[in-house]
């Protein structure tokens, strides 16, 4: 699939980054190491600033503090807030900017159309696009197309090469993921795929997936992240079912995906980040594109996805539900929740299943106090929580794990003298530990307190929830 034209991205090219985030910087070192002089671009000049004094503003990967100093020394890597500048002395342009959903799930383009349109304005002909950012399907050879001809004056295909490309990588270990993480990629003409096959070759040592269209490519990314959300939504359900019935659901599942066609997730509180919750509406959107006649009412497209979030958001409740059935009514009571960040041992809460979980305790008429080592205390009030305050110790009567940062092993659980219960999250303590302080432990799914209650006429929890298919 290589011609001539596509040798240019091989040794000679300089890249332009636009988007030095979490992804974007790691992927701009990654480019220098290969032997690209790499601009790269971000709307913050803080970033900026600091990225040209040879440091890293991103913490999550241990490898970037000395080797953005090293690039930047050598002048292989440097950093701009000006985008279409950058672009113009480009041969290539990654694009690495997020695309976000609002409080109604409806996906906003603002950021990523400002930066496709400073690009547009900096574009010369013979110039590789590539989008990274994960996308609504369509979205690069439309509307991002359509920006991007419109601001530049030139033609897709004719005067320079368009391609999408998912960035597959996870935060904290990005380095390790390049290598090993297979490269999907479509062009939007075989020129474009070409090109783009070319530069990843020179500058990544994975496989490299070619995909017949830049839908296509969209379209796998959807396919894999929205599969995990409705996978954890089985496993979810699967939980419920086994704390109705007295079983444990780790147990069952463990012995289950020992069977080679069986990959089922892991149960919890909920799911965060902002790509698991996220990427389904992305996919539920390009369901309300359709010709209506493609659907009818014995069809209806894509309703695992719409459950599996409905599910999964539903967890909370359930979690609240399960400790009240333990210590009873939560009224004018406090809870503790152990982590905002939306995972464990990331310094990053968007989506947080924390704030679904202090929604349903205050619904429930709890006082919620949140702990995150990880964050500062005005990182944990701007949002909306009420940071805990060691004084407060006594007031606690239940403690829910939500992230498990490997330091909540060392947790000190018996400072909160009057805290009957702990509610663990993501199935990391250890059951003999919390109760050797004379705590009840308590996990999604472990068929516990159901076990206690047979006998009694008392509607299950999961079926007071779940009833509506998740609805909450
Ligand atoms: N974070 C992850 O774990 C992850 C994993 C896989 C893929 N991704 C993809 O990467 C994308 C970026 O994620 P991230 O974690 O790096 O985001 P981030 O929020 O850490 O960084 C985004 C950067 O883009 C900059 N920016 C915003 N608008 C801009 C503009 N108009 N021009 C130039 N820069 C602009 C911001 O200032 C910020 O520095 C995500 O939307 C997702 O599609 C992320």
Redesign the pocket.
Known sequence: MQNNSSNLYLTTSTVTV????????PLAVQYAQHGRRVIG????PE?VETINAGQSH?QEEPELATEVFRLVESGMLSAT?R?TDAVHNADVVIV?????VDAQHKVNFD?????TM?IGAGLKPGTLVIY????PVGTTSGRFREILERSSNLQTGRDFSLAYS???????S?FRDLRIYPKVVGGIDEKSTSAAVAFYRSVLDAEIIIRASTDEAEFAKLIETTYRDVNIALANEYACFADAHGLDVAAAIKAANTQPYSHIHSPGVGVG???IPVYPYFLLAGVEKLDPFTLTPKFSMLTLPRSARRINDAMAEYAVQRIEATIGSLAHRSVLILGVAYRGDVH?SAFTSTKLLQDALLEHGATVYVDDPLFSDDELFAPGYRPFVSERSDEICAIILQADHRVYQEFDFSRYTNCQLVLDGRRALRRERIESEGMHYIAIGDGFRENQDRGSDKQPVAASIFQNGGDR
């Open positions: 636009v988007g030095l985030g979490k992804i974007g910087l671009c971000d709307i913050n970033v991103i807030v985008t690495i900017v997020p695309v976000v950021g990523i159309d400002a930066a400073a990274e950012t994960t996308l998912p960035e597959r990588v996870s935060s904290g990005i980040g902002h790509c990053e």
